[in-house]
T-cell receptor, first 116, second 114 residues
């Protein structure tokens, strides 16, 4: 079946602009995660959605970052007033959400964001 | 908070030789342990995972990993590498009190010499 998809695959923006990154999880997966991969920080967690529960936003680096998940499926990560340090690959993952911590997370190909 | 250490940033191995990638974690209880591989320009693919039971786990592409509680380690091995194994490998943990999120090590980049 279809895996996790993300769009766009590449995004170049100017400092100060807002960007939106999209994630389509695997159908039927109730858990959705956003991670960021950058040269300086490695792979780091950003935010986690599970069903209708309040999201775990503990990894968001600043209030310029926000995410929503509509209808329990598609998610959008929004970065406002982008800064050069936001340049990274943003990875989305989804899991069944049935077994909590032991669920396998399946990753999308990522969106490479470059802030000029 | 849990942490994961991959001591080797780069490893170069000859095709056909064996490979071992090290991973150490810091956590009071036994976490759930994962190895992911990332090929150039690709997303992360799960190689194997350990939750409980037999401490030697088999994964895809001929990889295996051994959990050693006494050493807080979860090293990844492959008896004979192929050129297609050139990639970056990430060890990761999830803990039940950690909110289900993966905490990753810094990664080990594997280069395969012909």
């Amino acid at each position: 079946g279809a895996g996790v998809s993300q769009s766009p695959s590449n995004k170049v923006t100017e400092k100060g602009k807002d960007v939106e990154l999209r994630c389509d999880p695997i159908s039927g997966h109730t858990a959705l995660y956003w991670y960021r991969q950058s040269l300086g920080q490695g792979l780091e967690f950003l935010i986690y959605f599970q069903g209708n529960s309040a999201p775990d936003k503990s990894g968001l680096p600043s209030d310029r970052f926000s995410a929503e998940r509509t209808g329990g499926s598609v998610s959008t990560l929004t970065i406002q007033r982008t800064q050069q340090e936001d340049s990274a690959v943003y990875l989305c993952a989804s899991s069944l959400g049935e077994r909590g911590a032991s669920d396998t997370q399946y990753f999308g190909p990522g969106t490479r964001l470059t802030v000029l | 908070a849990q942490s994961v250490t991959q001591p080797d940033i780069h490893i170069t191995v000859s095709e056909g030789a064996s490979l071992e990638l090290r991973c150490n974690y810091s956590y009071g209880a036994t976490p759930y342990l994962f190895w992911y591989v990332q090929s150039p320009g690709q997303g992360l693919q799960l190689l194997l995972k350990y939750f409980s039971g037999d401490t030697l786990v088999q994964g895809i592409k001929g990889f295996e990993a051994e959990f050693k509680r006494s050493q807080s380690s979860f090293n990844l091995r492959k008896p004979s590498v192929h050129w297609s194994d050139a990639a970056e490998y990430f060890c990761a943990v999830v803990t039940e009190d950690g909110g289900n999120k993966l905490t990753f090590g810094g990664g080990t980049r594997v280069l395969v010499k012909p």
